[in-house]
């Protein structure tokens, strides 16, 4: 595709159960980024990927956060037992690699709802 | 670590010219950036500075003073599409990623 994009676009699921949100990124772009935007708040940095190796997963909040990417392409982000704290939009960004992420490419982002 | 202080709401009219102000604290700098988000949407990339002075991108200008740690977006000839959220943003320490300030709402009217 010509952009970033990720499923599902909404998300409401029960406290305590696992979600995977997934990020499709732009064709040939080695790096790809995961950020959270809580209601009324910035961008919180998550996770990068170079390829498929995660050098800085420095933003994980916590241990029932995990993010994985396969292919060079496709991400996904997995939080377990979620909790209501969890609730934000997460997005997904993409560069063309380290030396471009300057110029990040936001996905749509997928709302999540812990209820 | 990183601090990065911008105004949560700003209002303008048509026509107008409005500076949006960014101030920032952080170990080891590699570059300000500002992106603009419309409500539900996602953020786009605006302007990167890692020089001082000014940079231009038609009605919108960057300025970076790296001594004084601030920024400022200046949007010019104010359009109803210019209402948005304005993100100031610095790359981390390991210069990996961006670390964002809360976003300044401007609200343009006629």
């Known amino acids: 595709g010509a952009g970033v994009s990720q499923s599902p676009s909404n998300k409401v699921t029960e406290k305590g159960k696992d979600v995977e949100l997934r990020c499709d990124p732009i064709s040939g772009h080695t790096a790809l980024y995961w950020y959270r935007q809580r209601l009324g708040q910035g961008l919180e940095f998550l996770i990068y990927f170079q390829g498929n190796s995660a050098p800085d997963k420095s933003g994980l909040p916590s241990d029932r956060f995990s993010a994985e990417r396969t292919g060079e392409s496709v991400s996904t982000l997995t939080i377990q037992r979620t909790q209501q704290e969890d609730s934000a939009v997460y997005l997904c960004?993409?560069?063309?690699?380290?030396?471009?992420?300057?110029?990040?490419?936001f996905g749509p982002g997928t709302r999540l709802t812990v209820t | 670590g990183q601090n990065i202080d911008q105004p949560t709401e700003m209002t303008a009219t048509e026509g107008a010219i409005v500076q949006i102000n960014c101030t920032y604290q952080?170990?080891?700098?590699?570059?300000l950036f500002w992106y603009q988000q419309h409500a539900g949407e996602a953020p786009t990339f605006l302007s990167y500075?890692?020089?001082?002075g000014l940079e231009e991108k038609g009605r919108f200008s960057s300025f970076l003073s790296r001594s004084k740690g601030y920024s400022y977006l200046l949007l010019k000839e104010l359009q109803m599409k210019d209402s948005a959220s304005y993100l100031c943003a610095v790359f981390n320490q390991a210069g990996t990623a961006l670390i964002f300030g809360k976003g300044t709402t401007l609200s343009v009217s006629s």
């Open positions: 960004a993409s560069s063309q690699d380290r030396e471009s992420s300057y110029e990040q490419y």
């Open positions: 500075n890692v020089l001082d």
């Open positions: 952080t170990s080891g700098f590699n570059g």
